[in-house]
């Protein structure tokens, strides 16, 4: 079955195979490999990217359920080699530890950041719920979160850090 779908910014009709995963379609036909694949169940989140402006699960969704949308990966955040705002908070603050389930949180937050530019650290955690990080918290995570939204509000990030490290 032919699919066409805008990755990224680029548009690409390839066969499929209909019970393709949209996550083995990312990774092993695009050749996009920053979409992880973790629990295979939808529960920890390492395969998030957004689907039509839309934070969803490749794991659970089928290639050709994408057929005529637009999906963005992480890989899709940094422009003209510089980073997006997320992507430096998380280095800045220190949210990436090993870094598995970082591609899904990036994704995750921007869908967040989108919905609320200045969120509270409650609806960080509560827009983190379905994003499992293994290495030791999430403290460091909402921190990066929280400073990515001051930058793209165009705040100083440090100057309005509230503490919470």
């Known amino acids: 079955m ?3 779908i805008t990755t990224n910014g680029v548009t690409a009709t390839h ?3 209909p019970r393709l995963l949209l996550v083995h379609y990312i990774r092993d036909v695009l050749g996009l490999t ?4 973790g629990c295979d169940t939808t529960s ?3 395969c998030t990217i957004l ?6 699960k490749s794991c659970t969704v089928l290639a050709v359920q994408a057929d005529g949308g637009t999906i963005q990966t992480v890989e899709g955040l940094a422009r003209d080699g510089q980073l997006h705002p997320l992507q ?6 220190h949210g990436l530890q090993c870094g598995f389930c970082t591609p899904g949180m990036l994704m995750t937050a921007l869908q967040l950041l989108e919905r609320y530019p200045d969120p509270t650290e409650d609806q960080i955690r509560h827009g983190l719920e379905g994003n499992l990080c293994r290495c030791t918290g999430y403290q460091h995570i909402v921190n990066a979160i929280m400073s990515a939204a001051r930058k793209m509000a165009g705040q ?3 100057a ?6």
Not at 51 to 56: C, D, W
Not at 88 to 93: I, N, R
């Open 2 to 4: 032919k699919v066409t």
């Open 15 to 17: 066969d499929v195979e």
């Open 34 to 37: 920053g979409t992880h694949i």
């Open 44 to 46: 920890c989140g390492a």
């Open 51 to 56: 689907l039509n402006g839309q934070a969803v």
């Open 88 to 93: 430096e908070a998380f280095w800045e603050e």
């Open 156 to 158: 100083p990030a440090r």
């Open 160 to 165: 309005a850090a509230g503490g919470g490290r």
